[in-house]
């Protein structure tokens, strides 16, 4: 897989300053009002301690990426090996969520895994059915403190 992030970033910064298109508008309707509502909701759900909620939200943020960006620049942003694993068989029962990040393309992905059990398999078959390198990384609760 490969993708070209100037590439990527010189059509999305065609919708700046000013739109000139309906494709332009929805770009910045993008990275604009939806994206900060989503960073909102996600940076609740991480301090609320909601994965699930999180990749919820991971999922919707993808999906208005699709729809958003993807048109102002179909030659980067198709982006099937990234779709491809986002909707995988194997993949989809072992997470609550997940989008391309970065300039997207067919880049790099973050997942919410279910289970630390599911985030192991996922890191297995990512790396022996995609030939992909997974970093996992677990995020645990503050400790409690007690008072005598």
Do not use: W
């Amino acid at each position: 897989a490969s993708k070209d992030t100037k590439e990527i970033l010189a059509c999305l910064n065609k919708a700046y300053p000013f739109p000139s298109n309906e494709v332009e508008t929805g770009v910045q309707r993008l990275l604009g009002p939806i994206n900060e509502d989503i960073t909102e909701r996600a940076c609740k759900a991480i301090h609320d301690g909601k994965a699930e909620e999180l990749g919820a939200l991971m999922t919707e943020a993808q999906k208005h990426f699709d729809q958003l960006a993807m048109p102002a620049c179909p030659q980067q942003l198709t982006s099937p090996v990234l779709h491809s694993v986002l909707t995988h068989p194997k993949i989809v029962p072992r997470i609550f969520g997940a989008k391309g990040v970065g300039s997207q393309g067919d880049g790099c992905a973050q997942m919410v895994a279910r289970t630390l059990e599911d985030q192991q398999a996922l890191c297995e078959l990512l790396a022996t059915e995609f030939k992909m390198r997974p970093f996992p990384l677990t995020i645990g609760g503050a400790p409690t403190i007690k008072t005598a």
